[in-house]
């Protein structure tokens, strides 16, 4: 079945190849890594990406999936599991022993088979938001499973739709909808990743199959200003930060296509979704199941080896749907009140004219926060405080040309204390 696409299509185009290019690919780069050693996975384009993830596992090694590519995250996967061995098909910002996608040997030594992705030994990590990146193992077994019943949730099973994201495939949201979902299913893989909000439009107009664009909040956000129909637009899949109903409702208007959100960690891979433009409550997928109170929530699936307790507080209803109260580390308390960072963001974001915006604590256990914006800080504060309390309004307002987000939107807590710390020492 036609599955993936060809490694270099013209702009625009989805050109698909099928499953036995993938696997010849994947065995022409099988033949160039060495015995025991961890395999990095730099590829940005999907075919090469997926085409390694094959490769690793038919060569039994772990296939290390970085938080970024900055130089801090690549030394230190590289120092921590070494020895280690790169597979790019970019120029990489630190030396490594590498192999170049774009440029294999044409014979490869043996065949891939499709039992070989049975012994994946993928590591994928957490974003850094909160600390340091964690690792979190993963093998075939627990991603075919979590597809499989996500799939069935969303009935795209047998849709015959290509799936275009602007999320990397290194990003567990990336990894689970654009390469493990194709995989399990008749979706195809696409490895075109068009960022600027017009040039997604155009490539899905042009493509030769019905697109599932996959994408975050911030991304889906820039796509209103694209003008013109979307034509060929299947459905959208958001994720990797809460979306705001209004601009779901707005989406849809625009793109008259239902737009999907997803919920989940890296730690427990996606396993809840909604349509925010109707649905406040958030649905499990078949084979998931909540335990606990708001304070402790526990989660049990069928693709997990154990109940994992979440880091958010959840409100879980008779009928097993669930609404999201906030992070557990993410709750404030200032003069007496309560807030959570989560909140005081969606509304810095929702005002018109502010282009991205986030809260942060201050050392003198105030909040404060930062923002892309034209407005006058005076105008932005007048808008919040007709939402918030006076004690939550921020003190300081910074105004930057931009805030430290990874390639899915979320903001790296190093990165943020970095920009802080230059912000408070100009003021």
């Avoid at 090469?48 to 038919?58: I, V």
């Amino acid at each position: 079945m036609d599955h993936a696409l060809a490694p270099h299509p013209p702009s625009c185009v989805l050109a698909q190849v099928s499953r036995a290019r993938l696997h010849e690919y994947a065995a022409r780069i099988a033949g160039t890594l060495p015995a025991d050693t961890g395999v990095l996975n730099l590829c940005e384009d999907r075919f090469h990406f997926t085409a390694t993830l094959l490769a690793t596992a038919a060569r039994r090694l772990p296939c290390l999936l970085p938080p970024n590519r900055t130089s801090t995250a690549l030394e230190r996967l590289a120092a921590d599991y070494d020895p280690v061995v790169a597979v790019c098909d970019r120029p990489t910002s630190v030396s490594l022993p590498a192999v170049d996608a774009t440029d294999l040997p044409e014979s490869p030594p043996a065949k891939i088979t499709e039992s070989s992705i049975g012994f994946l030994n993928l590591i994928a990590f957490t974003s850094g938001s909160t600390g340091n990146p964690q690792p979190w193992p993963k093998d075939w077994q627990m991603l075919r499973e979590g597809a499989r019943r996500a799939l069935q949730a969303l009935d795209l099973t047998e849709r015959r739709w290509a799936v275009m994201a602007t999320t990397p495939a290194q990003h567990l949201f990336g990894l689970e909808t654009s390469v493990i979902w194709p995989l399990c299913s008749e979706l195809a893989l696409t490895d075109h990743r068009p960022f600027y909000p017009e040039d997604i439009r155009r490539a899905i107009a042009a493509a030769s199959l019905p697109v599932l664009l996959v994408s975050t909040p911030l991304h889906l956000k820039a796509c209103l200003a694209s003008s013109g129909k979307w034509p060929n637009l299947a459905a959208i899949i958001s994720s990797t930060a809460p979306l705001d109903p209004a601009l779901a409702r707005e989406l849809e208007s625009v793109t008259e296509r239902p737009l999907w959100e997803l919920y989940g960690s890296t730690e427990t891979q996606s396993f809840a979704w909604r349509r925010p433009a109707r649905d406040v409550l958030w649905r499990l997928y078949p084979g998931a199941e909540l335990q606990g109170d708001s304070d402790e929530t526990r989660l049990t699936a069928s693709w997990l080896p154990s109940p994992w307790v979440l880091g958010d507080n959840l409100e879980v209803h008779p009928d097993g749907r669930f609404r999201v109260l906030g992070r557990r580390g993410d709750l404030i308390k200032i003069g007496g009140k309560r807030a959570s960072l989560a909140e005081l963001n969606w509304h810095l974001n929702r005002i018109s004219g502010v282009e991205d915006g986030c809260f942060f604590v201050t050392e003198q256990d105030r909040v404060g926060a930062i923002v892309v914006s034209r407005l006058p800080k005076i105008e932005i504060l007048a808008t919040l405080r007709r939402q918030l309390d006076e004690v939550f309004l921020p003190r300081p307002l910074y105004t930057v040309d931009r805030i430290p987000r990874n390639a899915t939107g979320k903001i790296v807590k190093a990165e943020l204390d970095n920009l802080l710390g230059r912000l408070r020492s100009q003021a």
